[in-house]
């Protein structure tokens, strides 16, 4: 079974500090794993991926994650917030669990909050 | 650019009242996924196909809910009757399931959502 659990339901940054949303995983299996932003009243956006390439990935918009399996960890990382960044990040995970399975396990979502 | 459509956008309804939400994957995707989601619950997995047929619908209430995809380009999620408790943004992803290798590639492309309002 899989699991994924954001560390944080909230954070909060200023404008132009970095960014760093935590997320741990369960897996039986190799996984993949994805982080999703949700902006108000939107849906999701792929943000970036891994999947057992580099383990540290770059996103859009200046994201990028470590894939660090010793830690079972995939934090995303951004050097610099914007105020467009202002939204709910989701860290995904997905593995073959099981014949024909291909479902997501989404974390509860962290909301990021930048203040100007 | 290939998008995951989904219609309508905003629905209204009474209680008791049939609703019918519509997807229409990226051309070529070999997965459909209905996803509900809540500011209680977050976000649920319903339902997914794969080639047009039920993998697992386990997460979905069989006594209302139902969801099909009569074609390659058409998915639907029907709700009859309806609930208040159903009041919920509703998504739809699609994606391209492969195995290259050792790799597993299963990246979902998300709808904008029908967000539903039953009163």
């Known amino acids: 079974a899989q699991s994924v659990t954001q560390l944080d339901s909230h954070v909060s940054v200023s404008e132009g500090t970095p960014v760093l949303l935590r997320c741990n995983y369960s897996?039986?299996?190799?996984?993949?794993l994805f982080w999703y932003v949700q902006h108000p009243n939107k849906g999701l956006q792929l943000l970036l991926k891994?999947?057992?390439?580099?383990?540290l990935v770059k996103g859009i918009n200046g994201f990028e994650a470590e894939f660090k399996k010793s830690e079972t960890s995939f934090h995303l990382t951004k050097p610099s917030a914007h105020m467009s960044d202002a939204a709910e990040y989701f860290c995904?995970?997905?593995?073959?669990?099981?014949?024909?399975?291909?479902?997501?396990?989404f974390g509860k979502g962290t909301k990021l909050s930048v203040i100007p | 650019d290939a998008r995951v459509t989904q219609t309508p956008r905003h629905k209204v309804t009474e209680m008791g009242q049939e609703v019918t939400m519509r997807c229409q994957p990226i051309?070529?995707?070999?997965?459909v996924f209905w996803y509900r989601q809540t500011m209680m619950q977050g976000l649920e997995l319903l339902a997914y196909f794969r080639n047009r047929a039920p993998l697992d619908d386990s997460g979905m209430p069989k006594d209302r809910f139902s969801a099909e995809m009569p074609d390659a380009t058409l998915a639907t999620l029907k709700i009859q009757p309806s609930e208040p408790r159903d009041s919920a943004v509703y998504f739809c992803?699609?994606?391209?399931?492969?195995?290259?290798?050792?790799?597993?590639?299963?990246?979902?492309?998300f709808g904008p959502g029908t967000r539903l309002t039953v009163l």
């Open positions: 995904v995970v997905s593995d073959l669990a099981g014949a024909g399975s291909y479902q997501l396990t």
């Open positions: 897996s039986s299996y190799s996984p993949s």
């Open positions: 891994y999947t057992s390439a580099a383990t």
């Open positions: 051309l070529g995707h070999n997965t």
């Open positions: 992803a699609s994606g391209l399931v492969q195995l290259a290798g050792a790799n597993f590639y299963n990246e979902q492309f």
